[in-house]
């Protein structure tokens, strides 16, 4: 389910955290679901355990996830629109990042649109 991009320059811990997140605006993750443990999902990916433990961690902190000791992790059960501001946080960070590395408003609405075009 998740797709790590190896080559791409952003954190792998970072898409992690994404794909939880989309999937969890997409539906495909309910409140109250369990994730894969971080040793399964690591395994899937073919990375470093500590990397998922990471994005794990950060989610939870941020509410999107939490523990169960001896249990699982799970998705917390929470509205819609705060999952939307967390994606509208990592998007100004993303928007931020453009700015300063000179890249045009246009660059980057044609970069949004492309890459919409290609997740539906």
């Known amino acids: 389910m998740f797709v790590i991009n190896t080559t791409s320059r952003e954190p792998i811990y970072s898409q992690i955290e994404k794909s939880i997140v989309k999937y969890i605006n997409l539906g495909a993750f309910e ?6 443990s971080v040793r399964a999902l690591a395994t899937q990916l073919g990375i470093n355990p500590n990397t ?11 509410g999107v996830l939490y523990t169960v000791p001896g249990k699982g992790i ?3 059960s929470r509205e819609l629109n705060e999952i939307q501001v967390l994606a509208k946080n990592q998007l ?9 590395a000179g890249v045009s408003k246009d660059s980057v609405m044609k970069f949004v649109n492309e890459l919409w075009r290609d997740e539906e």
């Open 52 to 62: 998922v433990a990471k994005a794990y961690k950060n989610l939870e902190q941020n």
């Open 92 to 100: 100004n960070t993303a928007l931020q990042d453009a700015k300063n």
């Open 31 to 36: 409140a109250g679901e369990m994730l894969p």
């Open 74 to 76: 799970f998705v917390a």
